[in-house]
């Protein structure tokens, strides 16, 4: 197990380094040369050309983009190792300390729309499995499908628009106060519970047709013990689809935050969009793309902690 | 021959009718069934997959699915109010597992794959307040040994799937048992296992059954099975009980069409030429064949054997001997380790490629599973034609002319050859395949267990239709297969496989003859269940 | 879902998403005025019988600018969904076909990389650096979204590589790529098929996101995405500028998640135990 473990690891890591590669080549790719977008168009036109070509040679060193493309890449590298992602175009401060001001409040949106995604998704798609074919199937269905083509910012949207300016029950400003939470993380959350509701229906009806819940209850121990037992084979599966949605979350918090102006990564990223702040935008890439590494590393290890007891089992079974 | 001891009845079911809804349709499985069983008796429900049994099972524990609808149906059990089945009922679980209990088909499946024997055994008591904690284990080590478990704190510590399935069906057993059931259903208790766990099994079966004056429905399809455990026996065929009566009078005496037949399709005709001596040349020679996947236990481990032209031969094994992965590594689904098997000559060991290709017309394969070895896709036209295609034999109108001829010997006809498998039945999938082997005229077919999937009527049928294409076109059969009766009426010689070699080589006739430990073993199993 | 139940959906869907198709292909008959016509006089009307939808902040009739950027929104996910699913389905067919050698594995390894990259960072990486418009996204969503495609065909062809019907064609001789081709690939159809139904669905999703955030199709075209980006600064106050966009949107949407779901229940078999 610590050797998959570790394979798993290696794996990981080196998946990082090319994705780290990939970034720095797009961004290099990107027309325009760095320096002379900091300094930006309006400063091109005020100073005049000396001083201008003085300031953007310096920058240029600073930025350390006169070397050759493979010095640059290493001096970067090295850079990122020592946690340091640069210093933000627009702010002039370290980006690893704003996305660090930043993480935190993305991190508890993501975690608390997890939990209100998981516990509706647990919840209705167990009901609707053992009473599959009555009617609250259907409207369980029906509804999924539903809200499965709404997209995010539309409800959200919708919400501000009724609880806060037309209710005032909630409350519009710019702030990552715990009070404002859950309007947007219950967004959020109710946007990922169609999905696991499919996945637990799915899984459960499957395993509810298997011979040994046929034979629990044959032997006289009741429906709600045997929807227990099925329960468990469908835990990996479920697990699974959190590890996921939670990069999701992650990730897709940018439209949300947007929405609900919550001071999270999102509106850090799309700021520097705005203000071509590409040292931001690269911590911010790659902030990411660890989180997602991290979150599949922690799912297989998961997977390798349970594997032995469930699936390993489920699988020997299976061949002989 | 038995007789029932005592006459009081157990269990009555009336007028039970059940359909399911499929695909927008009902179609009805159970069309007014009735039946008694009585108090210590085995009662046989004799039937073929498609008529009903299963649902019958079902519906005596309101395990139905829910696209079942019951449309009618009283069961009455001795010394209570009589249920209306039609009805939905909260009541079940009194009845489940004290009144009635069931033995699964395929014993593994119906153990929770994660969790020990001691869990289940745990779980079934305490729910039923049979036991306190403490007596849980000493119970349960009882009702283990009971049924010849020698080491019974071992199994209790073991998972399902560190069991064989025999050993599956005991603890199976030994859980039902502890509730102390008044009526035990048991839905082919044994057609999953291999001879000689059936023979532990169904030995154990019957000396309970005496010694606890158990009321047992036995559901099989097994005729033979049927005839050296029950009392009486019910026909089931298509949802309706067409015969019923003491076993002995209804399986020597039929009364209705259907058991007839179904009686005939027992007695495979062997084959006149069985016992004569085939051509002389050899055609397939395997030597010292090895293929281990790389564990310590081979799975072929040193096989040889020759096939003549013209020659039956069956291998007779156990699953899990190897006898499949014999004839993969012959067709070149695998590839031997070391050893060599050459066909005429040649050594095809290897073969890859184009060579292996041009195999395909002298050597060819019928699969176990017809209906999964068809492109659902085509028709069966098509199919048949698909290897002619494939190398180029005679133009388009001479393949197809070649195809419906094929398909006409295997009784294929009409329209039915222009149906595509889905709405074949298994059988007629099963004779497409084969024309479809035969149609590039190998010399050699390899049939893999194609007939143990089969219903016995259906079985017959096919092993006969074999034997008269083999008369007719003269090509050499290697017969792969578990089950002694369909090797004994058919092979001129038979090869007995354990373990990933061969023990014994015998000629068809005298198989009874054998006399390696092994063989011997096969034979108890598959005669005692024959004999009176 | 039974059988009867899953044509409903299909049959629902596929009407559903006639209807929608045929209103933005006709958008010229049915709704004749210029989308970019501006009337400063009649900005932000609610709906009324003149302006079915009402108008946005620069007078121009809503109705209008939804059917004729439903055409561009429509047209240009299906072109890029295509692609997609293109190049997933030839690479996942060759490297199952070929599983174990060097271009499995390469592809494998890419795929990982690639799965690193959530679709919305990837895409706001590209529109910082190449400029925001429709186009770059779109570049980037067929950079990145064939992955899914890739995989699913590929662990189908395993899959099947498996089958007895396969292990028949073999032993019958049939050539490498006549299994690819009848065997190994219909096989993949299918369950292919109902991915891009719903990744369709899923598309035309991020596309409105990322173009609400900014960071696609750019006023004054009359694209959905753009049209809920425009009128977001006036939603609080005159709700029905994103009505329509919205609301053809969510139909659209919910048309290929009925077609997909539809779809589904009839080619069951590989449905149950994927997390999808």
């Known amino acids: 197990m610590g050797r998959r473990l570790l394979i798993t690891v290696l794996q990981m890591l080196i998946t990082v380094f090319v994705a780290s590669l990939v970034l720095f080549a797009l961004i290099r790719l990107a027309p325009g040369d760095p320096a002379k977008l900091l300094i930006g168009r309006t400063m091109e036109i005020a100073w005049d050309a000396a001083a201008y070509e003085t300031t953007l040679n310096e920058l240029r060193e600073e930025m350390g983009l006169n070397g050759s493309v493979f010095s640059q890449y290493v001096s970067w590298i090295g850079s990122l190792l020592q946690l340091d992602l640069g210093t933000s175009f627009y702010t002039d401060r370290s980006v690893a300390a704003e996305i660090g001001e930043r993480l935190p409040s993305t991190l508890l949106l993501a975690g608390t729309a997890l939990i209100i995604q998981t516990v509706i998704g647990l919840l209705v798609g167990i009901l609707s499995a053992v009473h599959s074919g009555t009617w609250f199937d259907t409207v369980v269905r029906l509804l999924c499908v539903g809200l499965a083509s709404v997209p995010g910012f539309v409800i959200g949207l919708v919400l501000l628009l009724v609880l806060a300016v037309q209710m005032g029950v909630y409350e519009i400003s710019s702030q990552a106060a715990l009070s404002r939470l859950w309007l947007p993380a219950l967004t959020m959350g109710l946007l990922g519970a169609p999905q696991v509701v499919r996945v637990v229906r799915a899984n459960l009806l499957s395993e509810l047709g298997q011979v040994y819940i046929q034979s629990a209850l044959s032997r006289g121990l009741g429906s709600t013990r045997a929807v227990g037992h099925a329960m468990r084979n469908v835990l990996l599966p479920t697990i699974t689809l959190m590890g996921l949605s939670f990069t999701s979350y992650i990730s897709g918090a940018v439209v949300i935050e947007s929405v609900f102006a919550w001071p999270g990564l999102g509106e850090y990223a799309l700021n520097g969009i705005l203000h071509k702040d590409y040292p931001a935008l690269q911590g911010y890439a790659l902030v990411m793309v660890l989180s997602v590494v991290v979150i599949h590393l922690m799912v297989e290890a998961l997977y390798v902690w349970l594997d032995p007891r469930m699936m390993r089992r489920k699988k020997e079974a299976a061949h002989e | 021959m038995k007789i029932a001891e005592d006459l009081k009845e157990k269990l009555r079911i009336e007028r039970l009718e059940v359909a399911y809804r499929q695909e927008g349709a009902v179609q009805t499985a159970l069309k007014s069934v009735d039946f008694t069983l009585h108090q210590g008796e085995i009662l046989s429900l004799l039937g073929e997959s498609g008529s009903g049994k299963s649902t019958i099972a079902k519906a005596l524990l309101g395990l139905l699915s829910p696209s079942a609808i019951v449309r009618s149906g009283i069961l009455s059990l001795s010394g209570q109010t009589p249920i209306d089945l039609s009805q939905p009922s909260k009541n079940w679980n009194g009845i489940r597992g004290r009144e009635i209990a069931m033995l699964f088909q395929d014993a593994r499946l119906a153990l929770n794959p994660m969790m020990k024997i001691r869990d289940h055994f745990r779980e079934t008591l305490l729910a039923h307040r049979l036991a306190s904690k403490e007596q849980i284990r000493s119970i349960s080590e009882q009702g283990l040994a009971r049924l010849g478990f020698s080491d019974p704190s071992t199994v209790l510590n073991a998972y399902p799937h560190e069991l064989s399935g025999g050993m599956c069906q005991r603890v199976c057993l030994a859980l039902t048992l502890c509730l102390r059931p008044q009526v035990l259903i048991a839905d082919e208790p044994t057609s999953a296992l291999d001879t000689v766990n059936q023979r532990e099994v169904l030995d154990l079966l019957q000396s309970l059954q005496r010694e606890l004056g158990l009321s047992v429905l036995l559901i099989t399809h097994d005729i033979a099975l049927a005839e050296a455990l029950s009392h009486r026996v019910l026909v089931l065929n298509e949802g309706h009980i067409v015969e019923s009566g003491p076993t002995s009078q209804v399986l020597r005496e039929p009364s209705h069409d259907y058991t007839r037949q179904l009686l005939s399709s027992r007695d495979l005709t062997s084959d006149a030429e069985a016992s004569s001596s085939p051509d002389a040349a050899s055609l397939l020679e395997i030597q010292e064949l090895v293929k281990a996947y790389g564990s310590d236990r081979p799975t072929l481990s040193g096989v040889s054997m020759q096939l003549h032209a013209g020659e039956i031969i069956g291998i007779l094994g156990q699953s899990g001997c190897g006898k499949s992965t014999l004839a993969r590594c012959v067709v070149g689904l695998e590839q031997a380790e070391s050893g060599s098997i050459r066909f005429q000559g040649q050594d095809i060991t290897y073969a890859k490629g184009t060579a292996r290709r041009r195999l395909a017309r002298q050597i060819q394969l019928v699969f176990q599973d017809a209906r999964a070895s068809l492109n659902p896709r085509f028709s069966a036209l098509e199919l048949v034609q698909t290897p002619l295609h494939t190398f180029r034999v005679g133009d388009r109108k001479e393949r197809l002319e070649r195809a419906r001829y094929l398909l006409e010997e295997v009784g294929i006809t009409g329209a039915a050859q222009h149906r595509r498998p889905p709405q074949l039945s298994t059988g007629q999938c099963q004779r497409v395949a084969i024309a479809r082997a035969l149609a590039l005229q190998p010399e050699v077919l390899i049939c893999d267990e194609a007939v143990s999937a089969l219903d016995m009527s259906v079985q017959a049928q096919i092993l006969e239709l074999l034997q008269r294409l083999h008369r007719q076109f003269g090509f050499s059969i290697l017969m792969i297969s578990h089950d002694v009766r369909v090797l004994r009426a058919f092979c001129h010689r038979i090869a007995v496989m354990h373990e990933g070699r061969f023990v014994e080589f015998l000629q068809g006739n005298r198989l009874s003859s054998g006399e390696h430990a092994h063989t011997r073993l096969l034979l108890h199993g598959a005669e005692e269940l024959e004999s009176l | ?276």
Not at chain 3, 18 to 28: K, R, T
Not at chain 3, 118 to 133: C, Q
Request: glycine content about 10%; proline content about 4%; hydrophobic content about 55%.
């Open chain 3, 1 to 276: 879902m039974n059988s009867r139940r899953a044509s409903y959906t299909l049959g629902f869907g596929v009407a559903l998403l006639a209807l929608l198709a045929g209103s933005v292909l006709a958008a010229s008959w049915l709704s004749p005025d210029d989308p970019l016509a501006m009337n400063v006089g009649a900005r932000l009307q609610q709906p009324s019988m003149e302006h079915w939808l009402g108008t946005d902040r620069f007078g121009r009739d809503i109705l209008t600018r939804t059917l004729h950027g439903g055409q561009t929104t429509l047209i240009s996910c299906g072109l890029a969904l295509l692609s997609a699913v293109l190049i997933g389905l030839l690479l996942g067919a060759l490297a199952g076909m070929f599983h174990g050698s060097l271009f499995d594995i390469a592809l494998m390894r890419i795929i990982d990389v690639l799965l690193a990259f959530p679709f919305m960072v990837f895409a706001m990486v590209i529109a910082a650096l190449f400029g925001t418009s429709l186009f770059h996204l779109l570049l980037a969503v067929v950079v990145v979204w064939w992955v899914g495609f890739a995989r699913l065909t590929r662990s189908l062809v395993l899959q099947a590589k498996n089958s007895t019907t396969v292990d028949a064609a073999r032993v019958l001789g049939t050539s490498k790529s006549v299994i690819l081709f009848r065997e190994l690939l219909p096989q993949a159809f299918g369950p292919v098929l109902v991915l891009a139904t719903f990744e369709l669905g899923n598309l035309i999703l991020a596309i409105a996101a990322l173009s609400f955030l900014g960071l696609g199709s750019q006023p004054p075209s009359p694209e959905w995405g753009s049209m809920l980006a425009d009128g977001r600064a006036h939603f609080m106050t005159s709700p029905h500028v994103l009505l329509g966009p919205a609301l053809w949107i969510i139909l659209t949407v919910l048309a290929f998640n009925c077609i997909g779901e539809g779809l589904r229940d009839r080619i069951d078999p590989y449905e149950k135990a994927r997390i999808g």
